[in-house]
């Protein structure tokens, strides 16, 4: 049990010191060389769990693969269709008065979600 929490701060921490949206497989493999007795299915479990608690979002980003994120703030995503880089956008959040103009009358707004789809500014600097 004890370890297991030791290893939750770890992920945690790692998390919090990146804006890359790591998935599960990354955070595994940067973390086993200083935790040789971590595993991929822990790394998952305890992102899950970060998730569960409310410390950190999980990102679908359509890709097929679950991405994390320790900045639980709203914020949208910018998906590079080139190089799968996924960055934050802190701009223009919509609030939920005006999603719920767009919704229309009698529907009450929760949240929202927003990724854009693109190409982002090194991948053109490239082509
Ligand atoms: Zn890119
Ligand atoms: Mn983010």
Do not use: W
Not at 14 to 30: F, G, R
Not at 85 to 90: A, E, G, L, Q, T
């Amino acid at each position: 049990m004890q370890r297991y929490s030791r290893q939750r701060e770890m992920i945690f921490e790692y998390l919090k010191n990146t804006t890359a949206h790591p998935t599960a497989e990354t955070v595994y493999n940067d973390l086993k060389a200083q935790s040789p007795q971590l595993s991929l299915a822990t790394v998952y479990r305890n992102l899950n769990l970060l998730v569960e608690m409310g410390k950190a979002v999980k990102l679908d980003t359509g890709e097929n693969v679950d991405r994390f994120d320790a900045n639980t703030d709203n914020h949208y995503h910018f998906v590079c269709t080139c190089c799968h880089k996924v960055s934050d956008i802190f701009d223009g959040i919509l609030s939920v008065k005006s999603i719920e103009d767009i919704v229309g009358d009698g529907f009450s707004v929760e949240g929202h979600k927003l990724f854009i789809y693109g190409k982002c500014a090194c991948c053109n600097k490239k082509s």
